[in-house]
């Protein structure tokens, strides 16, 4: 059965559940309360499974929206539908009040941040006087459509469930974009995706706030369900459970939120007809019962449960690009006497440490210069500097004459600087594709909307084609749709490689780039390099080979303790005496 199919049998299953003769309406509404939960377990997996922040204050959004939707049809007469924009508008914006200060914390603090303002949201909600307290607000009005109230679970069933499948495909569109691409590699570590263009931040409050909207879409749903609302549901031990819900169902895949809110739920309410039956009412050990079946299913599916069900179906066919319009091409040019980079007494101190001590060099336009070194040199902190991974301590960066040093990583992104890395740094799960289209992320235009609605296609096109070139240009070809992390270490770098040409640079720097190839992938390497300098490309690279560096470089910065101790052509380099006994030894 293809994944359209079973899609398409699920929707039918869950047109005819509620005409099934005899089903007790229970049923329906358990159903219903399934359907609510996954909404928000479905913001969870894109949050906490995909961007790789975890949150447990999830249920206070629900709250803003129930809240928000409760007072304005009960004290104000609106109606609900009109009262929905007002729920999320409220959700979103406590989103991004919260947001600015949770999403830039990282570690445990990111999650126990997430405890603190649930646990204080759950008694706030208590304690306001025009929410009710803790009694809250009841007698809040129906759905309804073309005058007919939906007050029968049956009927309202259809809303809830539209709603989830709508918010779910909305969702699959996202995260098969340019932002989706953006949002996945979050969570391998945010260095590679700034890098590349991606503002971090701005991408975690994207994330942060649309978990919050899902979240407050079910909130408003709930109040127009029970038509009663009190904090009660919208605790931290809420919270917790949707979290057990998206980790359970699969952390990173939509259609197990689902599969999470429903075994969560249909769990709870077993055992609170089992438990009783077998112990007495005067035992209430249902709670703990319930953490050990949680904890039991952990161990069983730690990578969730719809991971197992998915093998059931084929596995979707991953197609090539299709052959798009080709994206503009950085003209290079400028005036060749006048350097491209120029390193000015930049230094780099940490406490009594000096990584790297007042070094100066210069990179020309259409220029391959080395900066070599015996290990802890200080080449790499030195790539850290030029890129804004590291703060310089004293003196200047400049690119094209345009002072750089001090600003981010995204922002020298933006000038045309790209990079590789020491220790390879590809997100596994994503096919080569993908990783190399992170690399032309500046390159695309379309946004957040245009992602979900599929408005974005011809931009996206143009994107995984130029990947796509990339990939055929490092000769990784046949590789391009299997996953990063299935490649060899020297394939991986050449990855990298082929991402950082993705980004159109016009100075490319590349940490370490022949490690781990064999000698005819050297030559590979040596050849694309050598053809990128024709092309006007400048290359600064850090590299152990000598040979490799020696026949293909047109300058050379030796370092050593973090100070330049020599500098000049290839051949001026081999027999330095101060470069000997950096390598070999003084009496060497």
């Known amino acids: 059965m293809s994944p359209r199919l079973a899609l398409g049998a699920f929707v039918a299953a869950l047109v ?48 803003f929206g129930a809240y928000a939707t409760a007072v304005l049809s009960t004290h104000y007469g609106w109606s609900p539908w009109l009262a929905l924009p007002v729920s999320l508008l409220v ?55 073309a005058g007919f109230e939906l007050t029968d679970p049956r009927a309202i069933h259809y809303v809830i469930w539209g709603t989830v499948i709508a918010a779910a495909i909305l969702t699959l569109h996202l995260l098969d974009s340019r932002i989706g691409r953006a949002i996945r590699a979050l969570r391998r570590g945010q260095l590679a995706a700034e890098s590349f263009g991606i503002n971090v931040a701005r991408i975690k409050l994207i994330v942060f706030v649309y978990a919050a909207l ?120 400028g005036d060749r006497n006048r350097p491209l980079l120029v390193l000015d007494a930049a230094r780099k101190q940490f406490a009594g440490l000096v990584a790297v001590n007042d ?101 996206e096109a143009r994107l995984l084609a130029e990947a796509a070139c990339q990939i055929e240009r490092i000769g990784l070809a046949e590789h391009m749709m299997k996953p990063a992390g299935s490649l060899a270490l020297g394939q991986q770098r050449m990855v990298e490689i082929a991402r950082a040409l993705a980004m159109d640079p016009e100075l490319l720097l590349l ?16 050849d694309l390099l050598a053809r990128l300098r024709a092309e006007g490309m400048s290359i600064l690279l850090v590299e152990h080979d000598m040979g490799f560096v020696m026949g293909l470089t047109d300058h050379i910065v030796v370092l050593d303790f973090g100070t330049k101790i020599a500098e000049g052509p290839p051949d001026a380099i081999k027999t330095h005496p101060a470069v000997l006994e950096a390598y070999l030894g003084g009496a060497a």
């Open 91 to 145: 959700s979103g914006s406590a989103a991004v009040v919260l947001g600015l200060v949770t999403v830039r914390l990282s570690g445990h603090f990111l999650p126990l941040s997430t405890m603190a303002w649930g646990l204080s949201l759950y008694y706030l909600f208590g304690k306001i006087e025009m929410l009710g307290r803790h009694d809250g607000i009841s007698a809040i009005p129906p759905l309804s459509l």
């Open 16 to 63: 005819l559940v509620p005409l099934v003769p005899g089903l007790p309406v229970f049923w329906i509404t358990l159903l219903g309360n399934i359907g609510l939960a996954a909404l928000v377990a479905m913001g969870l997996v894109l949050l906490t499974g995909v961007g790789g922040m975890t949150s447990f204050g999830q249920a206070a959004f629900c709250g």
């Open 214 to 333: 899902l979240a407050g879409l079910s909130g408003w749903l709930y109040a127009h369900v029970q038509r009663t609302v009190t904090p009660t549901p919208f605790g931290i031990s809420a919270g917790i459970e949707y979290l057990f819900m998206a980790v359970l169902g699969g952390a990173g895949q939509i259609w197990g939120a689902i599969v999470g809110a429903g075994l969560v739920t249909l769990l709870k309410e077993a055992l609170q007809r089992l438990v009783p039956a077998l112990f007495g009412n005067s035992v209430q050990i249902e709670g703990v019962v319930f953490g050990i079946a949680l904890v039991a299913l952990l161990q069983f599916a730690r990578e969730g449960l719809w991971p197992h069900l998915a093998r059931i179906l084929p596995a979707p066919v991953r197609l090539a690009p299709k052959a798009a319009e080709a994206l503009a091409r950085r003209a290079f040019g």
């Open 359 to 459: 070094v100066s060099f210069k990179v020309g336009r259409g220029e391959i210069v080395a900066l070599i070194g015996p290990n802890g040199a200080g080449k790499s902190t030195t790539f850290n500097l030029i890129t804004g991974v590291t703060k310089l301590t004293a003196g200047t960066v400049r690119f094209d004459e345009a002072p750089i040093s001090g600003t981010s990583p995204q922002v020298i992104a933006r000038h045309g600087i790209a990079r590789t890395f020491q220790h390879v740094k590809l997100n596994p799960d994503m096919t080569v594709l993908e990783n190399v289209a992170l690399g032309a992320h500046l390159r695309g235009r379309a946004g957040l909307m245009a992602a979900m609605l599929r408005l974005d296609r011809r931009d």
């Open 511 to 526: 940490d370490e780039p022949a490690a781990g190839l064999r000698h005819f992938e050297k030559a590979a390497l040596a």
